[in-house]
C-alpha cells in the first residue's frame, strides 16, 4: 500500500495563458458557434445548409483540433513545472459569498483531453459525412456533434466544479438527443429517456458535489480547493469522493448506474463511436483524476471506486460474451474498459497516468472499432446481429483490417496500444490489492474471449447474409478516418517510450516513489497474455471452429441466459427502484383520488344531495308559498310577542 | 281605537284567507289589496292615537308602492290570461325544480 505524504497531492497553481494559449476559449466558441449556425441558422437559410452545413459541421472541430495541437506543441516546449495556464473570460455569476468565474485551465490533463476530444472528434465528424450522407436530417445531426463537442470541451477546460458541472449537463443534452436521433423509432425515444434518466441520478452525486464543495473550501476553483485540501477532515474528504463517484457513476456506466449505456446503440453508429466510446463515458475518469487532490486524502473513497470499476469491468465483459447485436458486444467491452480505467484511477497517484494513458488508447481503439462495426452496418443493410454476418473480411478488407488493428489492441496483443497500457494498470492493481489485480486479469481474458468472438462471427466463419444483401466497401470518406485511427490503435503506445506519459502528467497528478510489484513486470505481462490467449482460444473452440447458427440457440445453460438478460441490470433496477417508486406513486394516487379526492368530492355531494331533497320545497304553486309566507309571519309577530311581553 | 284595530285585523284575515285560498288571479290580487288596506288602516289609527304623523306617511308610502304593484301585477296576469286563456294561479305552476 502506498502512503501519501504529508501535502503531497499537487496543488493547481496556473499562470495567466498568453500568447497562442490565449487562443483557449475559441476551442470551445468554435463548436459551438457551429452548433448555433446549424440548429438555429439552418431553418433560415431555407434548405441551403441542409445540403451544405456538414461542410460547417465538420470544419469547426477540425480547426479547433489545430488549435488544440498548436496549444499542445507549445506546452510542450514548456518545463514542466511551468504547464498550468488559466484564462479568465468573464464573472459568470455571483451570489452571496459564491462568485463563479468563467475560467479556463489549460494543464497537461486537459491538454490531452483536448487532443482526444478535437481529434477523435473530428475524424468521426467526417467519418459521418459518409455514414449519414442520406439522411436528410444531416444539417441537424452535425448540429448536435458539435454541440457536444462544445460542451465536452467546457467540462475538460473548466477551472471551477461549476463550469464542469455545465459540461457535464451540456454532454448529458448532447448525448440525450443524439441517442434519440432517430426519434421516430420507438426504442430510440426510449433509450434516450433511459439514458437521461439514469444520468439524472449520477447528476445528483455531482450537483451534491458541488454544493458540499462551496459548503466546505467556500469555492469550487480547482486552485483554492486544491490548495486547501489538507485542511480538511478525512470524513468530508470521503464524502465528496464518493459523490463525485456517483457522478462518475452515472455518466461512465459504470455498476448500479450502468444500464443505460447498452440501449444507448440506438443511436447513430458515429455517435456510439464518439459520446459512447471515446469521449464522454471516459468523463467519469476524467473528474476522478482531476479531483485527485481529493480522493488523495480520502483512500475510502478510493477503495469504493476500486471496487466499483473491478466490478463494472467484469460486468461488461459478461455482458460482451453472448449478445448478438454487434454495438451491444462493443458498448459491453466499453463498460469493462472504463472499468479498468476507474481502476487505475481508483488506485491513486500510481494509477492517475496509467488511467489517462488507457483512456486515450481506448479512445483510439474503440472508435476504430465502432467506426468499423458503422462500416459493417452500412454494408448489410443496417442488420446488427453478427449471426448474420460472416466471412466478411473479404468483402470489406479495409474494414475488416482497421477492425482488427483495433481487435489486437484491445486484446493486448503484445506491442499494441492496449497491451501497454492495460497490463500498466493490471501491474499497479495488483500491487496495490491482489484482488483487484487477479480480477483484472480475469477481466482481460474474457476480454479476449468476447472481442475474438466478435472477430470470428463478423469477418470469418461462414456467410450467413440475409437474402438481398450485397456487403460492399464503405466510401474513402468513411475509411480514411478508420485507417487514421487503426495506425494510432497500433501506435499508441508510444506516449510511454520514457515514462513520457508519466512524466508529462505529474504537475496534475502527482509524484511517488514507485513501488515493485509483487511479480517483476515482464512475469505480469506474460500471465495476462496467456490469460487472454486462453480466452481467445475458447472463443475458437466455441465460435471460431463450429458452424455458427443463424438464429440464436434457445437451450443455452443460465450463464449465457444471464450474460443474453445483460446480467438482468434492468431487472435489478426495476426490483430494487422501479417497483418501489411504483408502488409509491400507486399509493399517493390511491390516497389522492380516494382521500383527497374523496373529501372534496363527498363535500360537493353533500350539498349537492341535500339541494336535491330541499328543491322539492319549490313546488310551483303561488299559494302554498304565500302559506309558507304567512306562517313565517306569524312565527316573526310571535317572536316579537314573546320577546316584548315576557 | 280598538274598533279600528279589530276592523283592521278582520280586513286582514278576510285578504289573507283570499289568497291562500281562492285561484283566480284577479281575486287573489284584490285580497293582496286588501291587506294593504288592512295596515293602511292600523297606520292611520295608530298615528292618530300617538299624535304624529309617522303612521299616516306610511300609509301613503304603502299607497304608493301598492299602486305600482297593481300596475305591474295586472300586466303580468294580463300577459298569463292572454296566452293561457286562464287567470288561475295553479295553472301558473311552472316555475319549480
Not at chain 1, 449520477?202 to 462551496?214: R, T
Not at chain 1, 449471426?387 to 489492441?409: E, I, N, S
Request: aromatic share 10%.
Amino acid at each position: 500500500m502506498f502512503v501519501l505524504a504529508e501535502g503531497a497531492a499537487p496543488v493547481v497553481h496556473p499562470a495567466a495563458a498568453s500568447g497562442v494559449f490565449s487562443l483557449l476559449w475559441l476551442v470551445i466558441a468554435l463548436p459551438m458557434l457551429g452548433a448555433v449556425v446549424l440548429l438555429v441558422g439552418g431553418p433560415l437559410a431555407k434548405g441551403r445548409l441542409d445540403r451544405n452545413g456538414h461542410r460547417i459541421g465538420v470544419a469547426l472541430p477540425v480547426l479547433a483540433f489545430v488549435i488544440s495541437l498548436a496549444m499542445f506543441i507549445q506546452l510542450l516546449g514548456r518545463s514542466s513545472d511551468n504547464r498550468q495556464l488559466s484564462q479568465h473570460l468573464y464573472t459568470w455569476f455571483e451570489a452571496g459569498g459564491l462568485k463563479v468565474g468563467a475560467d479556463l485551465l489549460y494543464d497537461p490533463l486537459s491538454a490531452l483531453f483536448l487532443l482526444l476530444i478535437t481529434g477523435v472528434g473530428s475524424l468521426i465528424h467526417i467519418y459521418s459525412v459518409g455514414y449519414m450522407a442520406s439522411d436528410e436530417r444531416r444539417r441537424r445531426f452535425f448540429g448536435y456533434l458539435n454541440l457536444f463537442i462544445a460542451a465536452m470541451v467546457t467540462l475538460v477546460l473548466a477551472a471551477n466544479y461549476f463550469g464542469v458541472f455545465l459540461g457535464w449537463e451540456g454532454v448529458g443534452l448532447a448525448s440525450y438527443l443524439l441517442i434519440g436521433f432517430w426519434q421516430y423509432k420507438h426504442s430510440a425515444a426510449a433509450a434516450a429517456k433511459k439514458a437521461f434518466i439514469l444520468n439524472r441520478v449520477g447528476d445528483i452525486g455531482m450537483a451534491m458535489g458541488v454544493s458540499l464543495f462551496f459548503v466546505t473550501f467556500g469555492t469550487t476553483d480547482f486552485t483554492t480547493i486544491s490548495a486547501n485540501a489538507n485542511k480538511v477532515s478525512e470524513g468530508t474528504m470521503t464524502a465528496l469522493g464518493l459523490l463525485l463517484l456517483l457522478a462518475a457513476c452515472g455518466k461512465s456506466a459504470q455498476v448500479p448506474l450502468q444500464s443505460w449505456l447498452l440501449d444507448a446503440m440506438e443511436g447513430p453508429t458515429p455517435v456510439s463511436a464518439l459520446i459512447h466510446a471515446a469521449t464522454m463515458v471516459t468523463a467519469g475518469v476524467y473528474l476522478i483524476v482531476r479531483s485527485n487532490f481529493i480522493f488523495d486524502y480520502a483512500p475510502h473513497a478510493r477503495t469504493a471506486v476500486m471496487i466499483v470499476a473491478v466490478v463494472t469491468l467484469l460486468w461488461g465483459a459478461i455482458i460482451g460474451c453472448a449478445n448478438d447485436d454487434i454495438k451491444k458486444v462493443l458498448a459491453g467491452s466499453t463498460m469493462s474498459q472504463i472499468g479498468y480505467m476507474m481502476l487505475g484511477a481508483g488506485i491513486g497517484p500510481a494509477g492517475y497516468p496509467f488511467a489517462i494513458f488507457h483512456l486515450l488508447n481506448h479512445g483510439f481503439f474503440k472508435a476504430d472499432m465502432f467506426l468499423g462495426a458503422g462500416s459493417v452496418m452500412h454494408g448489410m443493410n443496417d442488420d446488427v446481429n453478427m449471426r448474420h454476418y460472416g466471412v466478411l473480411r473479404r468483402a470489406m478488407p479495409v474494414t475488416f483490417l482497421t477492425f482488427a488493428m483495433g481487435y489486437l489492441a484491445i486484446i493486448g496483443f503484445p506491442g499494441f496500444s492496449g497491451f501497454w497500457s492495460k497490463d500498466r494498470i493490471i501491474e499497479e492493481a495488483l500491487t496495490q490489492s491482489w484482488w483487484a489485480g487477479v480480477l483484472a486479469i480475469v477481466g482481460a481474458g474474457i476480454t479476449g474471449f468476447y472481442m475474438t468472438r466478435l472477430m470470428f462471427m463478423t469477418f470469418f466463419t461462414d456467410r450467413r447474409w440475409a437474402e438481398g444483401v450485397h456487403p460492399h466497401e464503405s466510401p474513402p470518406v468513411m475509411t480514411v478516418p478508420l485507417i487514421v485511427l487503426a495506425a494510432l490503435s497500433v501506435l499508441g503506445g508510444v506516449m510511454l517510450i520514457g515514462n513520457w506519459i508519466v512524466n508529462f502528467l505529474e504537475p496534475v497528478t502527482g509524484q511517488i516513489a514507485h513501488e515493485n510489484p509483487p511479480l517483476s513486470s515482464l512475469a505480469i505481462s506474460a500471465i495476462v497474455v496467456a490469460i487472454v490467449a486462453v480466452g481467445v482460444a475458447a472463443a475458437w473452440y466455441f465460435v471460431g471452429r463450429v458452424e455458427v447458427p443463424r438464429e440464436a440457440p434457445a437451450d443455452v445453460s443460465w450463464p449465457v441466459t444471464a450474460a443474453r438478460a445483460e446480467l438482468y441490470g434492468n431487472e435489478i433496477n426495476d426490483e430494487l427502484v422501479g417497483k418501489p417508486v411504483g408502488a409509491l406513486v400507486a399509493g399517493s394516487t390511491y390516497f389522492d383520488r380516494y382521500a383527497v379526492d374523496g373529501f372534496v368530492e363527498g363535500t360537493a355531494s353533500a350539498v349537492g344531495g341535500s339541494g336535491l331533497v330541499l328543491r322539492r320545497l319549490q313546488t310551483g304553486f303561488v299559494r302554498s308559498y304565500a302559506l309558507s309566507l304567512l306562517a313565517g309571519a306569524i312565527l316573526v309577530v310571535a317572536a316579537l310577542l314573546a320577546v316584548n311581553l315576557a | 281605537m280598538t274598533d279600528y284595530v279589530v276592523l283592521s285585523s278582520i280586513l286582514f284575515t278576510i285578504g289573507a284567507v283570499g289568497v291562500l285560498t281562492r285561484r283566480n288571479a284577479i281575486v287573489v290580487f284584490m285580497c293582496v289589496e286588501l291587506m294593504l288596506n288592512a295596515c293602511n288602516l292600523a297606520l292611520v289609527a295608530f298615528a292618530n292615537q300617538n299624535g304624529n304623523l309617522d303612521g299616516q306617511i306610511a300609509a301613503f308610502l304603502v299607497m304608493v308602492v301598492a299602486a305600482a304593484e297593481v300596475v305591474v301585477g295586472l300586466a303580468i296576469i294580463m300577459t298569463i290570461f292572454r296566452t293561457r286563456r286562464s287567470a288561475s294561479v295553479d295553472d301558473a305552476s311552472l316555475l319549480k325544480y
